[in-house]
Nanobody
Framework: QVQLVESGGGLVQPGGSLRLSCLAS????????MNWYRQAPGNERELVAGITGAGVSTNYADSVKGRFTISRDNAKNTVYLQMNSLKPEDTAVYYCSAAVGRTYWGQGTQVTVSS
């Protein structure tokens, strides 16, 4: 009954911002690291950002470092990805992920950066 439900994707112009949200249920959220991945057509799925259970440690792909921020609110069972200074190459389907015995994935949310 683990569920990851994503929201916040959409169309944005270059230089704009979006905030993605992932609402988790079915496990003790605060004990697990959470990750954001993305996949563009013709590309492999890549890790964008990760955050540990208490939110003390984060990591980012070099391509998004300084522009994206991952955070979590354990009281709301939600992990966020704040995306600023968006570029066309950020266009992809973004997925929330958690390792809870096995890897679980959200349904994905489309982010399109275009003028």
């Amino acid at each position: 009954q683990v569920q990851l439900v994503e929201s916040g994707g959409g169309l944005v112009q270059p230089g704009g911002s979006l905030r993605l949200s992932c609402l988790a249920s079915g496990f003790t959220f605060r004990l697990f690291s959470m990750n954001w991945y993305r996949q563009a057509p013709g590309n492999e799925r890549e890790l964008v950002a990760g955050i540990t259970g208490a939110g003390v440690s984060t990591n980012y792909a070099d391509s998004v470092k300084g522009r994206f921020t991952i955070s979590r609110d354990n009281a709301k069972n939600t992990v966020y990805l704040q995306m600023n200074s968006l570029k066309p190459e950020d266009t992809a389907v973004y997925y929330c992920s958690a390792a809870v015995g096995r890897t679980y994935w959200g349904q994905g949310t489309q982010v399109t950066v275009s003028s």
